[in-house]
């Protein structure tokens, strides 16, 4: 039996990790800026609600076996025409909300102890048009993730990537009502972003339950030598449109979007 903190607990993904990991006999932890049964509120922006709830931890469980970094935003926009506050907001909780989180709860991590980070799997590919904001996130979420697996080897912790694709979570509504927000609002993009609608609605046709998100995690937290990144449905056109040379994927978004 281990001690688990995780974020973004009561969303779709984070749910269903907290029910895998207490079905396996462990203590969970839940942290989260909603409120909901068992969770701990906290915002993740807010430095001194992460050292509340770090607090509160240490108190009930005096030390962790992993910490499962789930909390983030799905943001989509124009790089061109999104305000500035929307842009800092989505790096300030999906990755600098990470960097509070890990930072402040790290004293309480057993050695050997185990860091989980879900990223994307849009975070090694190209950006595509308008959601940009969030493939640069996650991105640099990665980048964190590879400085921080670096560091932690010394002092005995493992740190491991978890990429999904389209799954079947509250953010696939968020999405589409993102995109119906920006096709209203965009003065620039119009006809470009009517079109996009059609190329999101077939990327996130093909998706997973969170409970297959769940089992991945827990592969990775139970696994002696667990990957470094674990993938989980990953969307073929996608990789298909990524090993494309990149002038021929600008020609083909032209194509389409123009």
């Not at 409120?35 to 509120?41: H, L, R, S």
């Not at 930072?103 to 050695?111: A, E, I, Q, S």
């Not at 990775?220 to 030598?225: G, K, P, S």
Request: hydrophobic residues 45%.
């Amino acid at each position: 039996m281990g001690n688990y903190l995780v974020t973004g607990a009561a969303g779709g993904m984070g749910r269903a990790i907290c029910s895998a990991l207490s079905a396996g006999g462990n203590r969970v932890w839940k942290l989260d800026r909603q409120e909901a049964e068992g969770v701990i509120q906290a915002d993740i922006t807010s430095m001194e609600d992460v050292q509340a709830a770090a607090q509160r931890v240490r108190a009930e469980a005096g030390h962790l076996d992993g910490i499962i970094n789930a909390a983030g935003i799905y943001e989509l926009a124009s790089m061109a025409e999104m305000p500035e506050k929307d842009f800092a907001r989505a790096f300030d909780i999906n990755l600098f909300g990470m960097f509070r989180v890990n930072r402040t709860f790290l004293p309480l991590l057993k050695v050997p102890g185990r860091i989980v980070i879900v990223s994307s799997e849009l975070a090694p590919l190209h950006p595509l048009p308008f959601t940009g904001i969030y493939a640069v996130t996650k991105s640099a979420v990665e980048r964190y993730a590879e400085a921080l697996r670096m560091e932690l080897q010394l002092l005995g912790h493992q740190v491991t990537v978890i990429r999904p694709g389209a799954v079947q979570t509250g953010m696939l509504s968020v999405s589409t009502q993102k995109l119906d927000a920006f096709c209203a609002g965009t003065r620039l993009y119009p006809c470009g972003a009517e079109r996009l609608r059609h190329i999101v609605d077939r990327v996130e046709a093909r998706s997973v339950p969170p409970e297959k998100i769940a089992q991945t995690v827990t592969r990775a937290l139970n696994a002696r030598r667990p990957r470094l990144v674990y993938c989980v449905n990953r969307n073929p056109l996608l990789l298909l449109m990524n090993i494309l040379p990149k002038r021929l994927q600008l020609l083909i978004i032209r194509k389409i979007l123009k």
